[in-house]
């Protein structure tokens, strides 16, 4: 069941965004020595606005389970999958919702722009789990494979909070 909040509510979020730099809204998240502010407790926010019932999409390559040293390069390119290839594709007949989700796209992109300053070397294993998930993704109706992405939006967001200790 999808839950719609009113234009204004999702306003209210996006208000709510242009005040992220707040410490006690942040997390930074470490990952191989790398780190970046995110603002997870927004992010949930956006998302539950947008989510939808979908299969997993993301959860059975196990993103959880990164090999050591790689969470950073892991990190980096799922929000490139999901900047370039989820929320690009993304839509939805709601205005509220695509506020939503271009909230979400912006906050990714604004992680991935501080992420670039770090150095992260990718092994052979993390770049297969990825194009795993791509794979899977190109498999489906693009409009298809946007929503089920989406859906898996919140075991995403909860793997990033393990991942960061309040600032």
Same mark, same amino acid.
Request: positive net charge; hydrophobic residues 35%; aromatic residues 6%.
């Given at each position: 069941?999808?839950?719609?909040?009113?234009?204004?509510?999702?306003?209210?979020?996006?208000?709510?965004?242009?005040?992220?730099?707040?410490?006690?809204?942040?997390?930074?998240?470490?990952?191989?020595?790398?780190?970046?502010?995110? $603002?997870? %407790?927004?992010?949930?926010?956006?998302?539950?606005? *947008?989510? &939808?019932?979908?299969? !997993?999409?993301? /959860?059975?390559?196990?993103?959880?389970?990164?090999?050591?040293?790689?969470?950073?390069?892991?990190?980096?390119?799922?929000?490139?999958?999901?900047?370039?290839?989820?929320?690009?594709?993304?839509?939805?007949?709601?205005?509220?919702?695509?506020?939503?989700?271009?909230?979400?796209?912006?906050?990714?992109?604004?992680?991935?722009?501080?992420?670039?300053?770090? $150095?992260? %070397?990718?092994?052979?294993?993390?770049?297969?789990? *990825?194009? &795993?998930?791509?794979? !899977?993704?190109? /498999?489906?109706?693009?409009?298809?494979?946007?929503?089920?992405?989406?859906?898996?939006?919140?075991?995403?967001?909860?793997?990033?909070?393990?991942?960061?200790?309040?600032?």
């Amino acid at each position: 069941m999808k839950m719609l909040l009113s234009s204004s509510v999702c306003a209210m979020l996006l208000l709510l965004l242009g005040f992220l730099n707040r410490p006690a809204e942040s997390r930074t998240l470490h990952m191989d020595g790398c780190s970046a502010n995110v $603002h997870l %407790h927004e992010l949930h926010r956006y998302f539950s606005e *947008i989510k &939808s019932d979908a299969v !997993s999409l993301i /959860k059975k390559h196990r993103h959880t389970h990164t090999h050591e040293g790689q969470t950073c390069c892991f990190v980096r390119l799922l929000l490139r999958f999901y900047v370039e290839r989820v929320f690009s594709n993304y839509e939805s007949s709601q205005p509220s919702q695509q506020r939503c989700s271009s909230a979400l796209a912006n906050a990714f992109v604004s992680i991935r722009r501080e992420m670039h300053k770090c $150095h992260c %070397h990718c092994g052979e294993e993390t770049q297969r789990t *990825i194009d &795993s998930v791509l794979a !899977s993704f190109d /498999k489906l109706q693009i409009q298809q494979a946007a929503q089920k992405a989406v859906g898996e939006l919140g075991t995403v967001l909860d793997w990033l909070e393990g991942l960061g200790s309040k600032s």
